[in-house]
């Protein structure tokens, strides 16, 4: 293990033991404690099989979580409905380079490559994944190189400013607020005929925060329009103050998100980041 990837377990370690100070101070969203208890939740939220395509969402999930506690139950809910291998997956953002995401079926037997803008403080290479660096607008792969393409919360960030988090290359400041078309060509170029892509954003009223865009009703429609599927299946879930749950595409219509760098968009609802997503399922 890299060194880094020793210091970021030593992280987890001691968030966990502050864990009973996070509860202590209500549990506040991205305070020490908080990985602990998003980790545990989505981990229940995977096994218990919270999110099942056409049924509600447990009553309370996800309280004070951000919207990962409904997109990892989400994708394996997707994942799980095919018989069968997944073929070669590609996962356009590194969500899911985690090991307790990667440790569970069907991820742990798949062939799996991680693509992201630079390497990260933790990798699984020893695990029999791989890992490629660059730009989705514009890969090396050749034409339907993937069976499986899985985005999650990455599309918001491409052609916006990625040196906050993601890379200290300056040319990585875009503010390209269309910058995600491109991206979806891409997907679309290297995705198997008959292949899946597997994709949520923020979505609601839209609003650009620099480093991420909340996705609106117009570009979700560019989305789809651009990628040319020939089926998709689009659902919606928001957060408040009860925890997520699903919703109709004109419940979350004028829905906000939270900034945790810049505090912007702050309520009293604990939410982490989204008070909603869109999830997209498009078939090559």
């Known amino acids: ?16 033991i502050a864990s009973p100070i996070y509860f202590l101070r209500g549990g506040p969203p991205w ?3 908080y990985y602990t208890r998003k980790k545990s939740v989505i981990e229940g939220g995977i096994d218990g099989k919270a999110v099942q395509a ?9 309280v004070a979580v951000d919207e990962r506690v409904v997109e990892y139950p989400w994708l394996f809910d997707q994942l799980n409905r095919v018989d069968g ?18 440790d569970r079926d069907p991820l742990r037997r798949a062939d799996l490559t991680i693509m992201t803008l630079a390497p990260e403080k933790r990798c699984y290479w020893y695990k029999g994944y791989s890992y490629v660096f660059g730009d989705f607008r514009r890969t090396k792969f050749k034409d339907g190189a993937f069976d499986t393409i899985i985005s999650i919360s990455t599309l918001e960030h491409v052609g916006l400013d990625n040196t906050l988090l993601y890379t200290d290359d300056p040319e990585k400041a875009e503010a390209n607020q269309n910058g995600f078309v491109d991206a979806i060509r891409e997907f679309r170029r290297i995705l198997a005929p008959g292949g899946r892509c597997l994709i949520t954003v923020p979505y609601g009223n839209y609003e650009n925060f620099g480093w991420f865009q909340v996705f609106d009703k117009e570009m979700v429609q560019l989305l789809i329009a651009t990628f040319k599927p020939s089926s998709f299946e689009l659902e919606f879930f928001r957060y408040d103050k009860a925890g997520w749950g699903r919703a109709s595409e004109m419940e979350v219509a004028n829905a906000t998100a939270f900034d945790p760098h810049s505090g912007r968009g702050r309520l009293d609802d604990a939410a982490g980041c989204a008070r909603a997503i869109a999830c997209i399922q498009l078939i090559g």
């Not at 293990?1 to 966990?16: Q, R, S």
């Not at 590609?90 to 307790?100: M, R, V």
């Open 1 to 16: 293990m890299h060194i880094d990837g020793a210091l970021f377990k030593l992280k987890e370690m001691m968030d966990a």
């Open 31 to 33: 305070s020490i404690g």
């Open 85 to 102: 291998s997944l073929g070669c997956v590609l996962d356009a953002g590194s969500s899911l380079n985690h090991d307790f995401i990667l």
């Open 54 to 62: 056409g049924r509600p969402l447990p009553d309370g999930f996800g």
